[in-house]
């Protein structure tokens, strides 16, 4: 954030554990790597047995 | 202190019977709150202002006019809602304690049908942890055991259905927010679909995994509550293709698919309550282990802090000494992550949903317990389940988040208790937008499951 402000060692260590643990979840790779991101968050239109 | 209240059905046939009036029931839950002050359910509750609305609704059931069947229920709202005449603090010191004379859709909605608006509920510091044990005005008690926490973030809701202070709360779900109390206190609660419901006017905590929802005593109380809920608000662009409620009764033998796998562990006393909920219901259910949950919940996680940091932005900049240090650190990590990993989060969203719906056999509900645990001591910073160490904070949201990340309407139902008498929740996911279909399997679950007899015929 831009806010100017002293972290404490307890909030260093909790960003520092958040992002580790996230970068480690995201970097698991997946089968299509190819595959574009959501654009817009419609869960329906993946149903597709509904189609 | 727990106590099971009327429902918000015998309220409502109680009001057209005449056996009982707004005023009465508006009476009955400030006695109740005023014995319950230890659960620290309320941010403001104000006498006058219940009173003024008990008064109103009485008035109009006399004349044979009321609003609408719920004219007259009183009902508690998380502090996260806009409420015209209450102040919305989301239990942080960073907004005013004024009311901001306005209403969320949600609570317009039931104001316009005649419901009390009781009082604000406690709640997690802007809904940013699921523990409530970060509040401006502290901590929530579990009725059941004021030792143990309520879980969040709509803990005071929680308490407050538990407790028999109110029929029915608001609370709202980003990883579980509405279920998570739900079932460390004994109730029931809904995650609609996304964009099913309007989230106008409820403090966002990250907008793309929001939903809003009720908390109950019973299940048959959601089909009164949920049609204030659902629809298309011009105020909510999530909202537009948004179907209003329609009651339905028509699932026929349910396919039940219980997610087991890596990440998705659970202690034994809850898996022994689900597993023998299901099998007394005699519903048919099949097991099936996801793969790769780590990296889903890595991508909710992405999602949740990217998104709060950027909506919190300006707030921040404005009074930084108004957020708790917890709630710093993650608006701070969320800064810190790229655009790039954004995007890749979204990526891990498609394939979830991809692998759910289409990957999996056929099915209408997948099953999982929603808490690993039951309700944690409170000071107790770390659960141990399956084999593994984990902050209770990640113990709350362990199951949760995964119809949050993937847009799904959830419903938890009380099951059974502990040795220590703690509840036990299980949790139903079904398909977008079947929302209807979801609430008819539960109740037929239900049914099942505490009367085995009824599904042999």
Redesign the interface.
């Known amino acids: 954030?831009?806010?100017d402000?002293e972290?404490?060692v307890?909030?260093k260590e909790?960003?520092e554990a958040?992002?580790q643990?996230?970068?480690?979840?995201?970097k698991?790779e997946?089968a299509n790597v190819f595959?574009?991101?959501?654009h817009t968050?419609?869960?329906?239109v993946?149903?597709?047995?509904?189609k | 202190m727990h106590q099971k209240s009327e429902s918000l059905a015998q309220q409502v046939a109680s009001l057209e019977s005449s056996a009982t009036t707004p005023i009465a029931l508006a009476e009955r839950s400030l006695q109740r709150a005023s014995q319950c002050v230890e659960l620290n359910a309320f941010a403001s509750l104000s006498e006058p202002v219940v009173m003024a609305q008990a008064k109103e609704a009485t008035l109009r059931r006399q004349a044979g006019r009321p609003l609408s069947p719920i004219d007259g229920v009183p009902i508690a709202v998380k502090d996260n809602y806009l409420t015209k005449d209450y102040p919305t603090t989301a239990c942080s010191e960073a907004l005013p304690l004024e009311p901001r004379g306005v209403d969320a859709t949600v609570v317009a909605n039931l104001r316009a049908a005649g419901a009390i608006i009781l009082g604000k509920t406690n709640m997690h510091e802007w809904a940013y942890g699921a523990t409530n044990n970060t509040s401006n005005i502290g901590p929530t008690r579990n009725p059941h055991n004021l030792d143990h926490i309520t879980g969040g973030s709509s803990g005071g809701s929680g308490a407050a259905v538990a407790a028999g202070i109110v029929s029915a709360a608001l609370g709202s779900d980003t990883g579980g927010s509405v279920r998570i109390p739900s079932s460390a206190c004994g109730i029931y609660g809904f995650k609609p679909?996304?964009?099913r419901a309007s989230r106008h006017g409820v403090l966002p905590l990250s907008w793309?995994l929001d939903a809003p929802g009720p908390m109950t005593t019973n299940l048959e109380d959601m089909a009164y509550l949920l049609p204030y809920f659902f629809g298309a608000d011009e105020k909510d662009a999530s909202t537009f293709g948004a179907r209003p409620f329609q009651a339905c009764s028509n699932a026929q033998a349910p396919k039940l698919i219980k997610l087991t796998g890596a990440g998705l562990e659970r202690a034994n006393e809850v898996d022994k309550a689900v597993n023998a909920a299901l099998l007394t219901s005699g519903m048919l259910c099949s097991e099936w282990d996801l793969n790769?949950v780590?990296?889903?919940?890595?991508?909710w996680?992405?999602i949740l802090?990217c998104e709060a940091?950027a909506y919190h932005?300006h707030l921040?900049?404005k009074n930084?000494s108004g957020f708790s240090?917890?709630t710093?650190?993650?608006?701070?990590?969320g800064?810190?992550?790229t655009g790039v990993?954004l995007?890749?989060?979204?990526?891990?969203?498609?394939?979830l949903?991809?692998v759910l719906?289409?990957v999996l056999p056929?099915w209408d509900a997948l099953v999982l317990p929603t808490l690993p645990v039951v309700a944690p001591k409170q000071g107790d910073d770390w659960q141990e389940f399956g084999g593994k160490k984990v902050s209770t904070q990640d113990s709350m949201t362990w199951f949760c988040w995964m119809g949050n990340l993937?847009?799904?309407p959830c419903i938890t139902l009380p099951v059974g208790q502990s040795d220590s008498g703690l509840p036990i929740g299980l949790m139903l996911m079904g398909?977008?937008?079947q929302d209807e279909k979801l609430l008819d399997i539960a109740t037929k679950f239900e049914r099942f499951m505490l009367h085995p007899a009824l599904n042999k015929k």
């Not at chain 1, 643990?21 to 995201?26: A, D, E, F, K, Y």
């Open positions: 954030m831009e806010a402000l972290l404490t307890d909030q909790r960003i958040t992002l643990r996230i970068r480690n979840g995201l698991i997946q595959e574009e991101p959501a968050f419609n869960a329906e993946f149903n597709a047995s509904e | 679909s996304y964009g793309s790769d780590d990296s889903y919940f890595s991508a996680e992405t802090h940091s932005k921040f900049q930084p240090s917890v710093r650190a993650h608006l701070e990590a800064t810190r992550l990993e995007l890749e989060a979204q990526k891990l969203r498609s394939r949903l991809d719906l289409n056929e993937a847009g799904l398909r977008p937008n």
